[in-house]
């Protein structure tokens, strides 16, 4: 028989990293709310706190995904984990000519690197909870070539393979997914109208909005109520699944 109130977490531990702000700050808010208690796992440790101050059962971590100390520290004030969301990461605009090593080892320290490192030192915990899950946050251009995105698309890429490869090692035992965001309307977007398109913000917002053939860009709550759902236990048979949420732009 089905539950009453699907989608509960009661009782469940969870830490979104880049937790303080965007996707991160929804999927903290909709986790909180499905009953999970969850660290908000962030670098901003202002941010983290003030989130964790304004959601019910949620609490700070600072963390810098790109430093094994500071994973190491976080860790040693986690008892115990059954659910991991790795979603802090960075962007770059620019096609391979605009791309160089430093701009490119920086994407992968933060986008790759940083959920490599995270999911390993989470793994013990991982293993030793009931039904214990991962969640990536991918994106379409891990899915799919977008242009001046090179080293973005490459590392998202990356994270998609990651995704399959640990679920092909850990079936049976940890659930692991990724989620595969549109252009979604977050801080992150607005960075970026503001550094390569000040004055020009609403035009290019217009085109960002019609690469959605909905029309729109996507909301981060859209995203963070995908991910509680395959934190939940009516995802049980979800397993190694990449699921775009992008407004049907992989679709054309």
Not at 72 to 100: M, T, Y
Not at 119 to 131: D, E, I, Q, S
Request: hydrophobic share 45%; with cysteine.
């Amino acid at each position: 028989m089905p539950k009453e109130a699907p989608f509960r977490l009661d009782g469940k531990i969870a830490l979104v990293t880049g937790g303080a702000s965007g996707i991160g700050e929804q999927t903290v808010r909709a986790l909180s709310r499905a009953g999970a208690t969850v660290r908000v796992a962030d670098v901003n440790e202002v941010a983290a706190r003030a989130l964790a101050s304004d959601v019910r059962n949620a609490e700070p971590l600072g963390i810098d995904v790109t430093d094994p100390a500071s994973i190491e520290a976080a860790f040693k004030q986690v008892d115990s984990l059954d659910i991991l969301v790795n979603n802090a990461g960075i962007g770059h605009v620019g096609n391979l000519e605009e791309c160089d090593l430093e701009d490119w080892r920086q994407v992968m320290r933060v986008n790759v690197e940083g959920p490599y490192m995270v999911t390993r030192a989470a793994l013990p915990l991982l293993l030793a909870a009931n039904g214990p899950c991962i969640v990536n946050i991918g994106s379409v251009a891990g899915l799919v070539g977008v242009k001046r995105r090179f080293a973005y698309c490459a590392s998202k890429g990356a994270i998609v393979s990651m995704t399959r490869a640990l679920a092909a090692d850990y079936a049976g035992r940890i659930r692991v997914n990724c989620v595969c965001p549109g252009t979604v309307d977050t801080p992150f977007v607005e960075a970026y109208l503001e550094k390569y398109h000040k004055h020009e913000k609403v035009e290019v917002r217009k085109q960002l909005d019609a690469r959605q053939p909905v029309g729109r860009l996507g909301r981060p709550d859209e995203i963070a109520h995908l991910v509680l759902y395959l934190c939940s236990d009516e995802a049980e048979f979800v397993h190694g699944a990449m699921m775009a949420i992008d407004g049907g732009w992989t679709a054309l």
